[in-house]
């Protein structure tokens, strides 16, 4: 069955819970050491090797972990773009130069969320990213992508398309969250790739 249009929306908060619950369970040395192996795995792929500025993100809570590629693509020289969440759900950029650039803010009604302290570059900054790390609950065989349904990586993909980039759009993932299919809107895009602490898929010729 193919979900197409807004009927996809309940499907798609009954799979988040779901795939939350699964999350949740694991403790925090399971986090750790997938963090560890998904940052092996994804500094192994060529876009992040040639990649001279990344829109990334810092995990929380029972996430993918980040933190440990972020500091690797740091060492590399490459700059690392983290976001800021604004009132409409739309994202802002900031620089990541380390831990210490790094506030922890909470939000009306979600997590706390780590962003970058300093400069504010705005929305369209993510545009002159090589390469885009989206967080995500999951990714089917097309590379469909399940986000936490707040909006804000639909915003940025909006404008990566008006801006007429073509970053390659990759996604950290647990190994489980690799699936058969999730529901898609007509708004939804494909990604990349995906990586998992076990491998990386690809799912678009064009990366």
Same mark, same amino acid.
Do not use: C
């Given at each position: 069955?193919?979900?197409? =249009? ?5 499907d798609k908060r009954m799979l988040r819970r779901e795939f939350l619950v699964v999350r949740n369970r694991l403790t925090a040395d399971d986090v750790r050491e997938a963090a ?15 990649? +001279? ?17 972020? @500091?690797? #693509?740091?060492?590399? =020289? ?12 739309? #994202? ?5 130069? =380390?831990? /210490? !650039? ?15 302290? /300093?400069? +504010?570059? /705005? ?6 990213? @090589? *390469? ?15 986000? +936490? ?5 639909? %915003? $940025?993909?909006?404008? #990566?398309?008006?801006?007429?980039? &073509? ?8 190994? !489980?969250?690799?699936?058969?299919? $999730?529901?898609?809107? !007509? &708004?939804?895009?494909? *990604?990349?790739? $995906?990586?998992?602490?076990? /491998?990386? %898929?690809?799912?678009? =010729?064009?990366?």
């Amino acid at each position: 069955m193919n979900h197409i =249009g807004r009927s996809a929306e309940p499907d798609k908060r009954m799979l988040r819970r779901e795939f939350l619950v699964v999350r949740n369970r694991l403790t925090a040395d399971d986090v750790r050491e997938a963090a560890t192996a998904l940052a092996g795995r994804a500094l192994g792929l060529p876009e992040l090797a040639q990649a +001279r500025t990344v829109a990334a993100y810092v995990s929380v809570g029972s996430e993918p972990g980040t933190l440990a590629l972020l @500091d690797a #693509l740091r060492a590399r =020289g490459v700059q690392v773009l983290l976001p800021a969440l604004l009132p409409d759900n739309d #994202l802002d950029w900031g620089a990541y130069t =380390g831990a /210490g !650039s790094l506030a922890r803010v909470r939000h009306s009604g979600k997590m706390a969320l780590f962003e970058p302290a /300093g400069e +504010r570059l /705005g929305p369209d900054a993510v545009t002159g990213a @090589d *390469v885009v790390l989206l967080p995500g609950l999951a990714v089917d065989a097309r590379g469909m992508r399940l986000g +936490r349904g707040g909006g804000s990586y639909d %915003r $940025v993909l909006a404008h #990566l398309e008006r801006a007429g980039a &073509h970053p390659a759009l990759v996604v950290l993932l647990y190994d !489980s969250e690799v699936v058969e299919r $999730v529901p898609e809107e !007509s &708004h939804d895009q494909p *990604v990349h790739a $995906v990586v998992t602490p076990s /491998g990386v %898929r690809r799912f678009r =010729g064009d990366a």
